[in-house]
């Protein structure tokens, strides 16, 4: 049984400075809200709920706090998500302004739920699943980048044709698409990378340089910058990167930048030099030839047509 709702905000909250739209869709174990909002003020309100609270929560653009009053938080911000349980909610909810749209997504699982996906092994979670059958308050991800494999199925997940039953299938299906990228990117096993050899404070700073890596493709940053923006000694920041991802700092630019170049062949209608400046290549011959590397195919192939990979 699926029930869809959708709320004018700003008919509701005229009066706090509030626009915007939210859709529900509640299920018997599951409970989905898209939030599209815009206001200029800082809203925050209380929060009460006596029961337990497993959520998935990704922020595409704002910043999100929950404040209980045992003094615990979970903070998100833009372009993250966090994974976490609350076994009540007892506290303050807050959003900040932001420019343009605060846009979220929101998926509430019960334990029965997430039982059944992982067939009574919740173990498979690590300490995370050990702690939704206690009193504890615990985080799976906290504040971790979305993954642009994650936008696609949540994407996806929000927005398709499907009803009654075959609705229910496939938004299972995508919410299970979902566990497994957050299993592989943003779990506390990626903590357990470093055999000891990295704090938790040089990891996440790692994962910071990623990030500035990944938003930054056209004008990439030098060692020496990452190292002063992350706040970590270029040594440990070559080394490091590369014990927690697998790859150099380079090569991780280098696929960020083919994927993106991928995407726009596929999607725009535009030059293959004005798409090789856009991944930040300045001449769109290196772009060919690093693109070629990559795919095993030149880019005016995908461009027409003959050959899409995916």
């Known amino acids: 049984m699926i029930k869809e709702t959708y709320i004018n905000v700003g008919e509701r909250y005229a009066n706090h400075g509030i626009k915007g739209d939210i859709h529900l869709v509640d ?6 809200d898209q939030v599209s909002l815009q206001h200029k003020t ?3 309100k209380q929060v009460l709920r006596d029961q337990k609270h497993i959520e998935l929560f990704f922020l595409f653009q704002g910043e999100h706090f929950y404040n209980s009053n045992k003094k615990q938080c979970v903070n998100t911000s833009t372009g993250r998500f966090s994974f976490f349980h609350l076994p009540n909610i007892d506290g303050s909810l807050a959003f900040n302004p932001v420019e343009g749209n ?3 997504i929101g998926i509430e699982l019960s334990i029965e739920y997430l039982e059944r996906v992982f067939n009574g092994d919740l173990e498979l979670l690590g300490e995370f699943g050990k702690s939704l059958y206690s009193e504890r308050e615990s985080a799976f991800s906290s504040n971790v980048m979305i993954q642009p494999q994650m936008k696609r199925v949540l994407q996806d997940l929000v927005h398709n044709d499907y009803t009654g039953t075959m609705k229910k299938m496939y938004i299972e299906s995508k ?3 979902i566990l497994l990228q957050v299993i ?4 506390e096993s990626r903590y357990d990378l470093s055999g000891g050899s990295l704090s938790r404070s040089d990891i996440d700073k790692l994962y910071y340089v990623r990030e500035l890596v990944s938003n930054n493709l056209q004008n990439p940053y030098s060692l020496r910058e990452l190292s002063r923006l992350a706040g970590i000694n270029e040594f440990k ?3 490091g990167f590369k014990e927690i991802f697998s790859t150099t700092i380079f090569n991780h630019l280098y696929d960020e930048r083919m994927v993106l170049g991928q995407k726009l062949l596929i999607e725009q209608d535009t030059s293959i030099a004005d798409i090789a400046q856009q991944v930040g290549y300045k001449n769109p011959t290196h772009f060919t030839a690093a693109f070629k590397r990559k795919f095993n195919e030149l880019p005016k192939e995908v461009k027409s047509g003959k050959l899409i990979q995916f």
């Open 102 to 104: 605060y846009s979220s």
């Open 237 to 239: 920041l070559k080394k």
């Open 175 to 177: 919410i299970i698409e």
């Open 42 to 44: 800082k809203q925050e």
């Open 27 to 32: 299920m018997d174990e599951l409970h989905i």
């Open 184 to 187: 592989k990117h943003g779990g």
